[in-house]
C-alpha cells in the first residue's frame, strides 16, 4: 500500500510518501516540502493545489493521510492554515485518494510512542524507522509521521476486521 502523508501549513507544506507491506514494513519512497513563503496568500494556495497534484500524479498514491487543524492562538492563522489545508484535500480528494485525518496527538504517539514528542524526536524517530540517512526537515518528517500513523491505524483496522465479521 502506497500512502501519502501531509502536514499542511500556508508557508509550508511537508508532504512524505511510504509504503506498508502485508507485514507491516515500511519503505520510505519520497518526502519534501513545497516552501510558498514569499507569495501573495492567495497564489500560495493554489501552488499547493497544483504542486500536490503533481507529486499525486508522479508517485500515484493509493491513500492519503493529513493532519487535523489544532486549534491556533491567533484566529488569522488559523483561518489561513485551513484553507492551505482544504487546498491539500481537494487536491487528494480530485485524485480520488481515500483520506483519513489524524490529530497531531496520533500521529506522535503513532510514529515516536508518545503524544507530546518534540520535533526533534519525530524527526529521529522518522529516520530511524524509515532507515534514511539523515533527518528529514521537520515538516517532512511531520507528513512521513502522518503516513506512519495511517499504515499502523490501517493493519490494527485489517487485525481487526475478521473479528467483526464474525
Known amino acids: 500500500m502506497r500512502i501519502i502523508g501531509i502536514d499542511p501549513g500556508s508557508l509550508r507544506t511537508g508532504y512524505g ?8 514494513e515500511l519503505r520510505h519512497v ?9 507569495q501573495p496568500f492567495l497564489e ?12 499525486i500524479g508522479t ?6 493521510a493529513i493532519e487535523q487543524v489544532f ?3 491567533n484566529a488569522d492563522s488559523a483561518l489561513k492554515l ?6 491539500a484535500l481537494v487536491a487528494l480528494l480530485e485524485a480520488g485518494l481515500p483520506v483519513e485525518e489524524y490529530t497531531a ?28 540517512s539523515e533527518n528529514p526537515q521537520a ?17 490494527t483496522r485489517q487485525r481487526w476486521q475478521p473479528a467483526v465479521s464474525r
Open 71 to 73: 486549534m491556533a492562538r
Open 139 to 155: 515538516d517532512a518528517a511531520d507528513a512521513l509521521a502522518c503516513a506512519i500513523c495511517h499504515a499502523h491505524h490501517g493493519r
Open 17 to 24: 510518501i511510504i509504503e506498508s507491506d502485508a507485514a507491516g
Open 44 to 55: 500560495r494556495i493554489g501552488a499547493i493545489y497544483r504542486e500536490l497534484k503533481q507529486i
Open 105 to 132: 496527538l496520533q500521529i506522535k504517539k503513532a510514529a515516536v510512542g508518545g503524544g507530546h514528542a518534540a520535533k526533534e524526536q519525530v524527526q529521529s524517530m522518522v529516520r530511524w524507522l524509515l532507515k534514511l
Open 30 to 38: 519520497a518526502h519534501g516540502c513545497l516552501n510558498v513563503s514569499g
Open 82 to 87: 485551513g484553507q492551505a489545508r482544504g487546498a
Open 59 to 64: 508517485y500515484h498514491p493509493e491513500e492519503a
